[in-house]
């Protein structure tokens, strides 16, 4: 379905696949999701139902590295451990060629513990999906400063939440008109190669 609507849309859309550990030919599923035209991998560690750091995911880490495929990972839950930032922490630190975007600026809803293990990492980006409707809006600008306006991209998690009003909350922050175009436009682009 995401690939077809990418290929629908005359270049408007970029899309991602999903793996998941348990897959008995991870190569193959790669495959797969290169010949589609996606251009990186959605993984949802709590609705998947694993650990960040299971060493069954280590493959999954491992080849999309070889093949410079980044991951937008959702991270963090206060109500779960599958997804916070103390198990993305080592490996981001093993795996420093695979680029991730962790989403919800890095934690959602332990976003102090995500402010505290994760800035600094090079390979390390994250998007602001799920955040403005869960903390106050000084405190996302906060973060965002925090982890760099060049490493930062807008999300909505639609259909939760709309476009227009994610990209309303994110403009009443008051940035630099230069890291909004990192923001909205740049970073998503340096990471998933879009031309």
Same mark, same amino acid.
């Given at each position: ?43 949802? #560690?709590?609705?998947?139902?694993? !650990? ?17 495929? #980044? ?23 093993? =795996? ?22 994760? #800035?600094? @990492?090079?390979? @390390? *980006? ?10 106050? !809006?000084?405190?996302?600008?906060? @973060?965002?400063?925090? *982890?760099?306006?060049?490493?930062? @991209?807008?999300?909505?998690? =639609? ?16 940035l630099a008109d230069e890291d909004y175009e990192k923001i909205f436009c740049l970073n998503a682009k340096k990471v998933f190669?879009?031309?």
């Open positions: 379905f995401i690939a077809q609507k990418v290929s629908e849309s005359d270049g408007m859309f970029t899309g991602l696949g999903t793996l998941h550990p348990d897959s008995r030919d991870i190569d193959g599923d790669i495959e797969d999701l290169l010949e589609l035209g996606l251009k990186g991998v959605k993984l949802h #560690p709590d609705i998947q139902n694993f !650990k960040i750091d299971d060493h069954r995911n280590l493959t999954i880490y491992e080849k999309c590295e070889e093949k410079n495929i #980044p991951i937008l990972m959702h991270t963090g839950d206060k109500r779960f451990d599958n997804s916070n930032p103390n198990r993305l922490l080592p490996i981001m630190q093993i =795996y420093t060629g695979l680029t991730v975007v962790a989403a919800h600026l890095g934690g959602w809803s332990v976003w102090e513990s995500a402010s505290e293990l994760l #800035p600094g @990492l090079e390979n @390390l *980006y994250f998007d602001c999906s799920s955040c403005f409707e869960f903390t106050d !809006k000084e405190y996302i600008k906060k @973060l965002i400063l925090l *982890y760099g306006t060049d490493r930062v @991209l807008f999300g909505t998690d =639609y259909p939760m939440f709309k476009a227009e009003s994610e990209i309303q909350n994110l403009l009443s922050l008051g190669n879009i031309k």
